[in-house]
């Protein structure tokens, strides 16, 4: 009997030993990845885990294809590590035939990192199929709608949304404010006209090029968040009165230049703690510009 309940011990033991295994080796992909985004306003991953995730719940996806959809959505521009800071700024169709070639292969460059690990498996197939369109004129195969794996159909959606409204137009400091007022409607204005050209883009591409249902579901979301947003100001707060919920209004980074809090990212108990450990640390300050 108590060899029994010492090898169940020892099993249980070892599960909970590998699942801090992978969620570690994600985080360190997870920086990795971010180390790619310094031509950003916020974290791209970040808000894609985020957004993907609220699209997969409203669709009907659930537990494991959530989480695999998650996990596909902060690790989808994996394969960009390596890539020179002239092409990461570029926009797809800013680049030269060699700088698109380059680029074209990035999702089977993440695919390829990732495939030594079979519970992997349906997260690569998202990475390797976020750039192919329904009509197949994506890449990098040019698969049409049956081929393409449903959860590289929401990664692709909210990828081109997120590109087209937080992608910088110019390369400024990683460190300057984003959003230097004391209210949201400067955010909201200025990114309207653009807000409303990725949307109608998508929107007139959706069936075609895009799932259906995503670029609704993505629309829907938005908008709403961008209403209600609206009704928002942003405060500095010191970080022990932070509540879940509120979300951080600038990027902030460590000494080193990593992003540690991103625009647009909404707080947690867990992100909370963090960020006053940080604090704690010297590698932030004590207080933080947040919406609430």
């Given at each position: 009997m108590e060899t029994d309940k010492s090898q169940d011990e020892l099993i249980e033991m070892l599960s909970d030993q590998l699942a801090e295994q992978f969620i570690s080796n994600l985080d360190i992909m997870n920086r990795i990845v971010l180390m790619t985004e310094k031509f950003y306003d916020g974290s791209h991953s970040r808000f894609l885990t985020e957004k993907c995730e609220k699209i997969g719940t409203e669709l009907g996806l659930k537990d494991e294809s959530l989480t695999e959809l998650?996990?596909?959505?902060?690790?989808?521009?994996?394969?960009?590590?390596?890539?020179?800071?002239?092409?990461?700024?570029?926009?797809?169709?800013?680049?030269?035939?060699?700088?698109?070639?380059?680029?074209?292969?990035?999702?089977?460059?993440?695919?390829?990192?990732?495939?030594?690990?079979?519970?992997?498996?349906?997260?690569?197939?998202?990475?390797?199929?976020?750039?192919?369109?329904?009509?197949?004129?994506?890449?990098?195969?040019?698969?049409?709608?049956?081929?393409?794996?449903?959860?590289?159909?929401?990664?692709?959606?909210?990828?081109?949304?997120?590109?087209?409204?937080?992608?910088?137009?110019?390369?400024?400091?990683?460190?300057?404010?984003?959003?230097?007022?004391?209210?949201?409607?400067?955010?909201?204005e200025s990114t309207k006209e653009t807000f409303n050209s990725v949307m109608n883009f998508l929107y007139s591409k959706r069936g075609t090029q895009f799932e259906k249902k995503v670029v609704e579901a993505l629309v829907e979301i938005e908008t709403a968040e961008r209403r209600a947003l609206g009704e928002k100001t942003i405060l500095r707060l010191p970080v022990n009165r932070l509540e879940p919920g509120m979300r951080i209004a600038e990027d902030y980074y460590n000494g080193v230049g990593m992003l540690i809090a991103a625009r647009g990212e909404t707080l947690n108990s867990k992100s909370i703690s963090a960020l006053i450990r940080f604090v704690e640390n010297g590698e932030l300050p004590m207080k933080v510009l947040v919406i609430d």
């Open positions: 998650r996990i596909a959505a902060s690790l989808h521009d994996l394969g960009k590590v390596g890539f020179s800071d002239t092409l990461l700024f570029k926009n797809a169709n800013e680049m030269d035939l060699s700088e698109f070639k380059l680029y074209s292969k990035h999702p089977e460059i993440a695919a390829t990192i990732l495939s030594p690990n079979p519970h992997y498996k349906e997260i690569s197939k998202m990475i390797l199929h976020h750039h192919e369109k329904l009509d197949g004129t994506g890449f990098p195969f040019h698969f049409t709608s049956d081929k393409i794996h449903y959860g590289a159909k929401i990664i692709s959606v909210v990828n081109i949304y997120h590109n087209a409204l937080f992608k910088r137009k110019t390369i400024t400091s990683k460190n300057k404010q984003s959003i230097p007022t004391t209210n949201t409607v400067t955010f909201l």
